[in-house]
């Protein structure tokens, strides 16, 4: 079992920047790839960003120039850093968790975006 804790989200200006993080409650070096999801209202589940055990990352087209995903292994802790954010960008976000036995989702996080 993996519980994910996020924070961070809250009421951001257009243009503004927000960091969201996201701690396991197990080391990150166990599990195969963590990432970033965000559904906004009527919306399906969409994923942003990953990064995997070795550290590899991938932002999706739509975010790549405005988002950067990483890690502290050390605090078993991922982070979504948002440029730039756009009302588009408003939904919740969760981490999300893959492991060979399972994947485990946060809580969620809600971020908006409104001036």
């Known amino acids: 079992q993996v519980h994910l804790v996020e924070s961070g989200g809250g009421l951001v200006q257009p243009g503004g920047s927000l960091t969201l993080v996201c701690t396991s409650s197990t080391s990150i070096l166990s599990i195969n790839q963590m990432a970033w999801y965000r559904q906004a209202p009527g919306n399906e589940r969409e994923l942003v960003a990953s990064?995997?055990?070795?550290?590899?990352?991938d932002i999706v087209d739509f975010v790549k120039d405005r988002f950067t995903i990483s890690r502290d292994i050390a605090k078993n802790t991922i982070y979504l850093q948002m440029d730039s954010l756009k009302p588009e960008d408003e939904a919740v976000y969760y981490c999300?968790?893959?492991?060979?036995?399972?994947?485990?989702w946060g809580q969620g996080t809600q971020v908006t975006v409104s001036s």
């Open positions: 990064i995997s055990r070795g550290g590899q990352t």
């Open positions: 999300n968790a893959m492991l060979f036995h399972g994947t485990y």
